[in-house]
């Protein structure tokens, strides 16, 4: 069972109504008996991230230090944990469009290590992924760094940039369902780590607003690495030092709304040996996270967006998490066919 879809069985009243995220059925013909309508509804389950000032991981926090709140209104927390050292279900969604051509070294490097900071032989899995005119999966999910480090240097440039396409594949036809581990615990965290100028040159492709639905609906935290270098400059006389970044483009802006929504982070490196303590805080990250669900006070089943906020009472920390989850959409009553001769 998807942890994000855990089932909730409420009293609703002295009827005894047991209500979920599902719509009730249609309401008996009025010259039956009254019978009490049934529906189901979902946990909304919220993965996050805490830290301090300084940015280090805070892992110690309970319950009640913590609210939750749909639209405004507060919801009563049901469930709490720390969710340490889950398994990791990875998308590695690697741009081979033109527009980083001279960018695809940095990215290959980048990925692999990447590979070999965080996954953990027979616990997490990743698959790769590569897009340019059309996204195309390289290698499915596997455990094996050295199988994906070879398809990764098997890869070269050339192309349009289908950046949201992509997105959009690996969050709704491969995270939505990844593998699950063996044994009584089936809970994953899903994740995409995305290399990318941010850059999306698709007429009719997805939108970035589809290609974050995606997210939203698969619960995956996106994790981008900018291979942009455009608006950099050295500051002060110590060339050793790295190059600072004064301006965002427009690629960087995309990559940073595509982590926050998420609840993820961008990274925006010159150079490999940049992100090696990236890495590190990305693992330690994805180990060292929360979980905490409610049932909705709203259990209209309209498939909206619906906005969620978690708040820390220490006002000294901070809190990173997706900013909300999408309600079930209505199920449109059946149309139920006569058959054969009225009969007349």
Avoid at 12 to 22: D, N
Avoid at 102 to 119: C, G, K, M, S, W
Avoid at 258 to 279: C, H, I, K, M, V
Wanted: aromatic content about 10%.
């Amino acid at each position: 069972m998807r942890r994000f879809l855990a089932r909730a069985i409420l009293l609703l009243g002295a009827a005894g109504v047991v209500a979920a995220q599902r719509p009730a059925p249609s309401p008996p013909d009025s010259a039956s008996p009254q019978r009490p309508i049934v529906t189901t509804v979902d946990l909304v389950n919220m993965v996050f991230t805490v830290t301090d000032r300084q940015g280090k991981f805070v892992t110690n926090l309970t319950k009640e230090d913590f609210q939750v709140f749909e639209e405004g209104q507060e919801q009563k927390i049901e469930f709490f944990s720390q969710e340490t050292d889950l398994p990791l279900r990875i998308g590695l969604l690697l741009d081979t469009s033109n527009s980083i051509r001279n960018r695809l070294q940095f990215q290959q490097e980048a990925a692999i290590d990447f590979l070999h900071f965080v996954i953990r032989r027979r616990k997490d899995q990743a698959f790769l992924m590569t897009f340019d005119n059309e996204p195309a999966v390289v290698e499915d999910f596997t455990d094996d760094v050295g199988t994906l480090q070879e398809a990764i240097l098997r890869q070269r440039a050339g192309g349009a940039t289908a950046l949201y396409d992509a997105i959009h594949f690996a969050c709704s036809q491969r995270l939505m369902q990844p593998p699950l581990p063996t044994g009584d615990n089936l809970e994953v965290r899903r994740v995409l780590v995305l290399f990318s100028d941010g850059k999306d040159s698709m007429i009719y492709g997805k939108s970035l607003r589809e290609a974050l639905d995606a997210c939203q609906r698969a619960e995956v935290a996106i994790y981008a690495i900018s291979t942009s270098t455009d608006w950099m400059a050295f500051r002060g006389s110590d060339k050793d030092k790295p190059p600072e970044k004064y301006h965002f483009t427009e690629g960087d802006q995309v990559l940073a709304q595509l982590a926050e929504e998420t609840g993820g982070r961008a990274f925006y490196p010159y150079r490999r040996d940049d992100l090696a303590q990236s890495f590190t805080d990305i693992g330690d990250e994805l180990r060292s996270q929360y979980s905490l669900a409610y049932v909705p006070t709203n259990r209209i089943a309209d498939g909206r967006f619906r906005t969620v906020q978690i708040k820390v009472r220490d006002k000294n920390l901070a809190v990173r998490a997706r900013k909300g989850y999408y309600a079930p959409r209505p199920v449109q009553p059946r149309r139920i066919g006569t058959g054969g001769s009225s009969g007349s």
